[in-house]
């Protein structure tokens, strides 16, 4: 007993220096462990990207330094709260995103996020669907990338190559691409549309004379007197200089009636332009001479139609300035007529050259009970105008009123 003793201290001493040893291994390996957490933690902390962990709740159970960052949120508000309540008011593109990453493992894309504050920030997504050690999906991991800036720079990219620097219109190149879209629409929908080429008259002599500032003054005043002039799903373009060109979709695929529609827009366009426009102080009048060239479809190339405008509106240059002709020489002869015929209309209500005639009205009898006045125009050289003509004319000039009176 005497020898036995001393071995059992013995062993109990070993056995305890091994479980000291075994305490203090899993200590050291658990600092380490957390050594590297906190040092993974850091990394993470230090991305660019906001990087969030969320739950299939949908609850946030990691924020890093980024995210507070970009969404306005700290760690500690963030933390358990539902994701989609602090940055996807847009709940349905949030949904969309997250039934694809549980689908499919991952998503990647564009995404519409929130500040807290309440603006919108444009991201771009990368996200992940983290499993637990049996293979189940657990949370899903956010990579969120800021793309505010880039997205601004495209934006002037595209409108420097797009848009005129100097009134913002579209420029000559996205004028053709529309111009291509609408002949494929008027072909499709059986539609008529017109091209308006418009240059404005003397304008090198406003520069010569008032320098260009005062110039640029007017093409910005132009250009904001054009886009008054017609309705949204028509186009105003600068092609450069003093050239313009509105081209108008969406009109009647009568020949007759696009010619009525064009050259009323035409004329809106002559009397906004010809108002006096004042250049800084400096009281300024000028006028604009207009081409239209009509199309119904795809029957005219794009760069063709354009020619036909830019003809026509030389023609209206020699014409005398200060109004508008038409490429088509049968629409010409359509609106000149009709242009014709407004102006001795109304010479014909001023030198009342209309005629009132009765026509009675009889009974069953056969007796008279009344009459029916009917206005007759005698025009002194056409001679005898027919109602069918002046009737609709008078309607829509708004001379209607003063012939009934």
């Keep these: 007993m005497l020898f036995r003793q001393p071995l059992a201290n013995a062993d109990f ?47 946030v159970t990691y924020w890093n330094q980024s995210a507070e960052r970009v969404y306005g949120w700290s760690q500690q508000q963030a933390l358990g709260q539902p994701i989609n309540a602090l940055i996807y008011p847009d709940t349905a593109a949030f949904q969309r995103a997250t039934e694809a990453v549980l689908a499919h493992g991952e998503w990647a894309g564009e995404i519409v996020q929130h500040h807290r504050e309440g603006h919108a920030i444009d991201m771009e997504g990368h996200w992940t669907l983290v499993q637990d050690e049996h293979g189940q999906p657990e949370s899903v991991l956010e990579i969120n990338t800021d793309i505010r800036q880039r997205k601004a720079t495209d934006r002037e990219i595209q409108r420097l190559a797009f848009f005129d620097t100097l009134t913002g219109l579209p420029n000559r190149m996205l004028l053709l691409d529309r111009m291509h879209q609408a002949l494929g629409n008027a072909e499709r929908q059986h539609q008529g549309g017109a091209l308006l080429f418009i240059d404005l008259d003397n304008f090198k002599q406003l520069n010569d004379t008032l320098g260009h500032d005062k110039g640029d003054l007017l093409l910005q005043q132009v250009a904001q007197r054009l886009n008054g002039c017609v ?22 695929p009568d020949t007759d009636m696009l010619a009525i529609e064009a050259r009323s827009v035409g004329e809106k366009v002559l009397t906004a332009l010809s108002v006096p426009y004042d250049l800084a102080g400096y009281h300024y ?54 242009a014709a015929l407004e102006s001795d209309l109304r010479t014909a209500l001023s ?51 003063t012939l009934g009176r």
Excluded at 13 to 41: K, M, N, P, Y
């Design 351 to 401: 030198e009342q050259q209309f005629l009132l005639h009765f026509q009675p009205q009889v009974n069953a009898s056969n007796q008279y009970v009344g009459v029916e006045a009917l206005v007759r125009w005698q025009h002194p050289e056409r001679g005898l105008v027919s109602p069918v003509q002046f009737i609709p004319l008078a309607e829509e000039t708004g001379l209607i009123l």
């Design 13 to 59: 001493v070993s056995t305890t220096l091994q479980i000291f040893a075994t305490r203090a291994s899993a200590e050291i390996e658990r600092q380490a462990t957390d050594a590297r957490i906190r040092h993974q933690a850091s990394l993470l902390d230090k991305a660019q990207d906001a990087i969030v962990v969320r739950d299939l709740q949908q609850r």
């Design 231 to 252: 309705r949204t799903v028509d186009t105003v373009a600068r092609l450069g200089g003093d050239e313009f060109v509105v081209m108008l979709e969406a009109l009647s």
């Design 285 to 338: 009048r000028s006028t604009p001479s207009i081409g239209v060239a009509p199309f119904r479809g795809n029957q005219t190339r794009v760069l063709d139609l354009l020619k036909q405008a830019d003809l026509a509106m030389y023609q209206a240059k020699t014409a005398g300035r200060s109004t508008l002709r038409f490429y088509d020489p049968h629409m010409q002869a359509v609106v000149s007529a009709r």
